[in-house]
């Protein structure tokens, strides 16, 4: 049994959602987006949601303790034993450092990071394009900017890290969905990464 850890990284509007889910599909693995897991608690009202709605409201990051919790969760669930896709965490050297030591715990280690590089103005024209389309609530101009700048100081170092431990593959991002696809799964083939299931 081969498992994959890959973790997807990308500014906002980079198109890191909808490849993340295609790559998981090819791998069999399930795609673990932390912002997904906030927005569907906010829109169901839990106790969780109610904390971060304001937080990812501004485009401001909720706390390393309650986001690594969630995420200590969901990776512990059975179907995340043999390998996932992470989407948006982890998202600063914190965060990094926390999920380095859980998956030492269990012997574990990301086998690739997949950088989708965009530039900032190609970013921000999708995402207006998105918030059109889906009116969501972290959409707002101010909020963007700020995501944004987030990613830059913050999200940005973390390919520092991974790759001088040469698990990076920098993949260009412009380009149609299915062109971009292609390009992610010839990258990890090359590095040996077998895929379960065809897209
Ligand atoms: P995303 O869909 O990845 O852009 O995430 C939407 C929002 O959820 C972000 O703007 C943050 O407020 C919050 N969020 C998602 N992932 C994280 C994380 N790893 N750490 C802190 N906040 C996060």
Do not use: C, W
Request: charge should be negative; charged fraction near 30%.
């Amino acid at each position: 049994m081969t498992s994959t850890r890959l973790l997807i990284v990308g500014p906002q509007g980079s198109g890191k959602g909808t490849q993340g889910v295609r790559i998981a599909e090819a791998y069999g693995i399930p795609e673990i987006s932390t912002g997904d897991i906030f927005r569907a608690n906010i829109k169901e009202g839990t106790e969780l949601g109610l904390k971060v709605k304001a937080i990812t409201d501004a485009g401001d990051l909720v706390s390393d303790e309650l986001t690594g919790e969630i995420v200590r969760d969901r990776l512990s669930q059975p179907d995340a034993a043999d390998g996932f896709l992470l989407d948006g965490y982890p998202r600063n050297i914190a965060q990094l450092h926390h999920l380095d030591e859980f998956l030492a715990e269990r012997g574990e280690s990301l086998d690739a990071v997949i950088e989708l590089a965009v530039p900032r103005e190609e970013s921000l024209k999708r995402i207006a394009l998105r918030a059109a389309e889906q009116g969501r609530s972290d959409d707002t101009e101010e909020a963007i900017a700020h995501r944004l700048d987030i990613y830059e100081r913050q999200t940005a170092p973390l390919l520092a890290v991974y790759g001088e431990r040469g698990i990076v593959e920098t993949i260009d991002g412009v380009g149609s969905l299915d062109e971009i696809t292609d390009r992610i799964l010839a990258a990890l083939e090359a590095r040996g990464l077998v895929r379960t299931a065809a897209v």
